[in-house]
């Protein structure tokens, strides 16, 4: 099916009332695709072991709003191959469990009906504008149902953990790297 | 200059170590004693059990990495390689935050440092409520003296970096209690790069001190094996499957081997021990297994400094504060540690929890951040039974940990605390790790702030390193899994020996309590096993 041909625009009342249903229905806390009823055997993107190629569009789409000016515009295309790449990483070494969960929460997020249901961004989410983005950030940080805080959480520390893991976001930090006297004795030849 | 590798020169000389990435037909392995964990309970047994002569096994689903592999003193780097799901690991809704090493030597070789001895109060609680027999303070003294002694724990001799001076400084002035912090190393170089592996062999962990011991006098170690169930045979352990991993230390490369010995040690932690016994259907009549599972939950404050603190160098660990712990009235609300962690930028950077313009303002502050930490007491009172560990339909562990308003209570005191103490050592701006937490400019503006925060699950930002309980021990079946000494109640040639046997949580950071008891229970056991 095209999971965007089911819905028609939906306002904030809307949103609420299906997060408190849905909320209501996951009660192990996880988020579940059950809503867009597609098939979500999709393989991981190619070069990746557990993202697939929308996800991969998700986090792109995330990250400039998340990380705001610590990513520089300068190189940002591969920067954010880079911190895909990470975040991929950090995926692939979480057990079974956590896995579902997430796979769960980028499912919701990556089919149009659940998406707009619950983020209010009606277009996918490479055509989402900074500002939607930000407002479906704010959106899930402020909900008063723990679920959203809790994806909220989650796409937010994947993306800030990964970024200020890496060298660019490392020099934003501040970080001035291993300590030298340490680093330079052990590494000497 | 070039440090030794413990384990290039160790193998060359004959030690047996084996890497299970490398097996290419199935294995039958066979030993007098079998542990599985190399941690702080797996290591203590294995040294004590070699020492009296048994031949010993030890199994470790994380891979061999040693000093030489530890030279890039890199956050990302240490987290994939050394722990339990690359630092991704969390409850089971995703609430908290879990750090527990996975590699040999297990959390010893990635945790900070810090070596306290079971608190008086805690081994009360264990003998009154809990049936712990033999394991009082007078009892216990000198396996702390001991373990003491062979892991060079001692209070930190160096001033404390500023990070942890700034717990310090606000103790003094608010005239609470403090103490330095006793550390398990010799010829530390000061560094704070302990949570990546110590590059230098100083931190005195399981791996390089107790298993190398232990190899010496003729232990076996595989690693990158991963056991997955037990099998029983006549009110014993008969054997165990384990599966060997690849080169990658995730995936089984579909090489079983089997191992079977006169005695079995579980050693793999507070969430792998009961979900290895869940998933070998292991007897339970009264249903103990996995439950009263601590963790210290911790919650954190963020302080601006006007000075730079630069908190990613120096021991990590060297300050804390029990002036919260113990006195006062914990019918109401649990007490609390007051500790400072390591400003390393990834950790550092999760914690913080902002994003936007709000991150990108503060972020580049990081040279000038404090943090302090809470690590609240739970599993002394009703209202902090624990969590709990299930497995799911695959047999993976599952871990579940409910707040309750008691737990709660302590968070916000903590929270207080906490940035009282910051804006005492002269703190420019306190923020609370929460969804809410805003900048505060003086500590009544905190006050203020941290008085109204929900102390909810996902506003509230919580995480553990102190994996404690599940298979809990006790001289009542009914209300244990182990005795006193780690033997099984049920099974006769099983013994638990790791801080998964605690029954409540310590009150304080858990290695050491887990070398002593261990230290005792594997000599007992080798008494058992090899009566002289």
């Given at each position: 099916m095209n999971p965007a041909s089911g819905a028609t625009a939906l306002g904030r009342r809307d949103f609420l009332k299906l997060s408190a249903g849905s909320a209501a229905l996951l009660s192990a806390g996880a988020f579940s695709a059950t809503l867009a009823g597609c098939s979500q055997?999709?393989?991981?993107?190619?070069?990746?072991?557990?993202?697939r190629a929308p996800d991969i569009k998700l986090f792109i789409a995330l990250a400039p709003v998340i990380l705001d000016t610590t990513l520089p515009i300068e190189n940002r295309a591969s920067s954010l191959d880079a911190l895909a790449k990470g975040i991929d990483g950090g995926c692939a070494l979480l057990q079974a469990p956590l896995q579902k969960t997430l796979r769960q929460l980028f499912d919701l997020l990556n089919t149009g009906l659940t998406r707009r249901l619950t983020t209010g961004v009606s277009e996918p989410w490479e055509q989402a504008s900074e500002a939607e983005i930000r407002a479906f950030l704010q959106r899930w940080e402020?909900?008063?149902?723990?679920?959203?805080?809790?994806?909220?959480?989650?796409l937010t520390k994947l993306v800030a953990a990964t970024w200020f893991a890496g060298p660019v976001g490392l020099a934003a930090a501040g970080y001035p790297g291993p300590w030298a006297p340490m680093f330079d004795?052990?590494?000497?030849a | 200059m070039a440090i030794n590798d413990i384990y290039t020169d160790g193998i060359a000389s004959g030690w047996d170590v084996r890497d299970a990435a490398g097996f290419t037909a199935p294995q039958n392995l066979e030993a007098d004693v079998v542990i599985i964990g190399t941690g702080a309970g797996g290591g203590t047994t294995a040294e004590i059990l070699a020492a009296a002569g048994l031949k010993v096994l030890m199994l470790e689903e994380g891979a061999l990495r040693t000093s030489a592999d530890f030279k890039a003193?890199?956050?990302?780097?240490?987290y994939a390689e050394l722990y339990q799901e690359g630092t991704?690991?969390?409850t089971s809704d995703g609430a908290i935050g879990i750090f527990q090493g996975r590699t040999v030597g297990g959390t010893t070789t990635v945790n900070w440092t810090s070596s306290f001895r079971t608190?008086?109060?805690?081994?009360?609680?264990?003998?009154e409520v809990h049936g712990v027999k033999g394991w009082s303070a007078d009892e216990s003294k000198p396996w702390f003296d001991d373990r003491s002694e062979r892991l060079g724990i001692a209070p930190w001799g160096m001033a404390a970096n500023a990070n942890n001076a700034v717990l310090q400084r606000g103790a003094e002035k608010l005239g609470w209690e403090w103490h330095v912090i006793p550390r398990n190393v010799r010829g530390c170089w000061n560094s704070g790069y302990?949570?990546?592996g110590c590059p230098v062999n100083a931190k005195q962990s399981m791996l390089v001190s107790t298993i190398p011991a232990a190899l010496q006098s003729g232990a076996t170690l595989v690693h990158r094996l991963s056991v997955q169930r037990l099998k029983f045979a006549g009110g014993r352990v008969s054997e165990l499957e384990a599966q060997a991993l690849g080169a990658d230390g995730q995936t089984p490369t579909g090489v079983a081997v089997t191992v079977r010995a006169k005695h079995f040690v579980l050693a793999g932690g507070a969430i792998n021990n009961p979900a290895l016994l869940l998933r070998s259907k292991t007897i339970d009549p009264h249903g103990r297994i996995g439950l009263r599972s601590f963790i210290h939950p911790v919650a954190f404050t963020f302080a601006d400094m006007p000075e730079p603190v630069n908190g990613w160098y120096g021991a990590p660990q060297s300050v804390a504060s029990d002036h919260f712990q113990w006195q006062g009235d914990f019918s109401q609300a649990p007490g609390f540690k007051l500790e400072a962690p390591p400003i390393y930028p990834m950790l550092t950077a999760a914690l913080f929890g902002r994003i936007g313009p709000e991150l990108a303002a503060d972020i580049g502050l990081m040279p000038h951040f404090n943090i302090l930490l809470a690590l609240v007491r739970d599993g002394f009172h009703p209202d902090s039974p624990g969590g709990q560990i299930r497995i799911d339909d695959a047999g993976n562990p599952v871990f579940d940990y409910e707040l309750s308003d008691y737990l709660g209570r302590g968070f916000r005191n903590g929270l207080l605390r906490m940035a009282e103490a910051q804006f005492a050592a002269g703190a420019k701006r306190v923020v609370p790790a929460h969804l809410d937490g805003e900048w505060a400019s003086s500590w009544g503006a905190a006050k203020t702030q941290i008085e109204a925060l929900p102390m909810k699950k996902h506003r509230l930002t919580l995480a553990t390193a102190h994996l404690m309980g599940g298979c809990?021990?006790?001289?009542?079946?009914k209300q244990s899994v182990v005795r006193s000494d780690g033997s099984h109640h049920q099974l006769e040639n099983l013994s638990i020996i790791d801080g998964s046997v605690f029954p409540t949580s310590i009150g304080a950071n858990p290695q050491l309590s887990i070398y002593a008891l261990a230290a005792r229970n594997a000599t007992l056991l080798a008494q058992r096993l090899k009566p002289a």
């Amino acid at each position: 099916m095209n999971p965007a041909s089911g819905a028609t625009a939906l306002g904030r009342r809307d949103f609420l009332k299906l997060s408190a249903g849905s909320a209501a229905l996951l009660s192990a806390g996880a988020f579940s695709a059950t809503l867009a009823g597609c098939s979500q055997d999709q393989p991981p993107a190619a070069g990746y072991r557990f993202l697939r190629a929308p996800d991969i569009k998700l986090f792109i789409a995330l990250a400039p709003v998340i990380l705001d000016t610590t990513l520089p515009i300068e190189n940002r295309a591969s920067s954010l191959d880079a911190l895909a790449k990470g975040i991929d990483g950090g995926c692939a070494l979480l057990q079974a469990p956590l896995q579902k969960t997430l796979r769960q929460l980028f499912d919701l997020l990556n089919t149009g009906l659940t998406r707009r249901l619950t983020t209010g961004v009606s277009e996918p989410w490479e055509q989402a504008s900074e500002a939607e983005i930000r407002a479906f950030l704010q959106r899930w940080e402020n909900s008063s149902i723990g679920l959203f805080n809790s994806g909220y959480r989650a796409l937010t520390k994947l993306v800030a953990a990964t970024w200020f893991a890496g060298p660019v976001g490392l020099a934003a930090a501040g970080y001035p790297g291993p300590w030298a006297p340490m680093f330079d004795a052990v590494n000497a030849a | 200059m070039a440090i030794n590798d413990i384990y290039t020169d160790g193998i060359a000389s004959g030690w047996d170590v084996r890497d299970a990435a490398g097996f290419t037909a199935p294995q039958n392995l066979e030993a007098d004693v079998v542990i599985i964990g190399t941690g702080a309970g797996g290591g203590t047994t294995a040294e004590i059990l070699a020492a009296a002569g048994l031949k010993v096994l030890m199994l470790e689903e994380g891979a061999l990495r040693t000093s030489a592999d530890f030279k890039a003193m890199n956050e990302a780097r240490a987290y994939a390689e050394l722990y339990q799901e690359g630092t991704g690991r969390a409850t089971s809704d995703g609430a908290i935050g879990i750090f527990q090493g996975r590699t040999v030597g297990g959390t010893t070789t990635v945790n900070w440092t810090s070596s306290f001895r079971t608190p008086p109060e805690t081994l009360k609680q264990w003998a009154e409520v809990h049936g712990v027999k033999g394991w009082s303070a007078d009892e216990s003294k000198p396996w702390f003296d001991d373990r003491s002694e062979r892991l060079g724990i001692a209070p930190w001799g160096m001033a404390a970096n500023a990070n942890n001076a700034v717990l310090q400084r606000g103790a003094e002035k608010l005239g609470w209690e403090w103490h330095v912090i006793p550390r398990n190393v010799r010829g530390c170089w000061n560094s704070g790069y302990c949570g990546m592996g110590c590059p230098v062999n100083a931190k005195q962990s399981m791996l390089v001190s107790t298993i190398p011991a232990a190899l010496q006098s003729g232990a076996t170690l595989v690693h990158r094996l991963s056991v997955q169930r037990l099998k029983f045979a006549g009110g014993r352990v008969s054997e165990l499957e384990a599966q060997a991993l690849g080169a990658d230390g995730q995936t089984p490369t579909g090489v079983a081997v089997t191992v079977r010995a006169k005695h079995f040690v579980l050693a793999g932690g507070a969430i792998n021990n009961p979900a290895l016994l869940l998933r070998s259907k292991t007897i339970d009549p009264h249903g103990r297994i996995g439950l009263r599972s601590f963790i210290h939950p911790v919650a954190f404050t963020f302080a601006d400094m006007p000075e730079p603190v630069n908190g990613w160098y120096g021991a990590p660990q060297s300050v804390a504060s029990d002036h919260f712990q113990w006195q006062g009235d914990f019918s109401q609300a649990p007490g609390f540690k007051l500790e400072a962690p390591p400003i390393y930028p990834m950790l550092t950077a999760a914690l913080f929890g902002r994003i936007g313009p709000e991150l990108a303002a503060d972020i580049g502050l990081m040279p000038h951040f404090n943090i302090l930490l809470a690590l609240v007491r739970d599993g002394f009172h009703p209202d902090s039974p624990g969590g709990q560990i299930r497995i799911d339909d695959a047999g993976n562990p599952v871990f579940d940990y409910e707040l309750s308003d008691y737990l709660g209570r302590g968070f916000r005191n903590g929270l207080l605390r906490m940035a009282e103490a910051q804006f005492a050592a002269g703190a420019k701006r306190v923020v609370p790790a929460h969804l809410d937490g805003e900048w505060a400019s003086s500590w009544g503006a905190a006050k203020t702030q941290i008085e109204a925060l929900p102390m909810k699950k996902h506003r509230l930002t919580l995480a553990t390193a102190h994996l404690m309980g599940g298979c809990a021990m006790g001289e009542d079946a009914k209300q244990s899994v182990v005795r006193s000494d780690g033997s099984h109640h049920q099974l006769e040639n099983l013994s638990i020996i790791d801080g998964s046997v605690f029954p409540t949580s310590i009150g304080a950071n858990p290695q050491l309590s887990i070398y002593a008891l261990a230290a005792r229970n594997a000599t007992l056991l080798a008494q058992r096993l090899k009566p002289a």
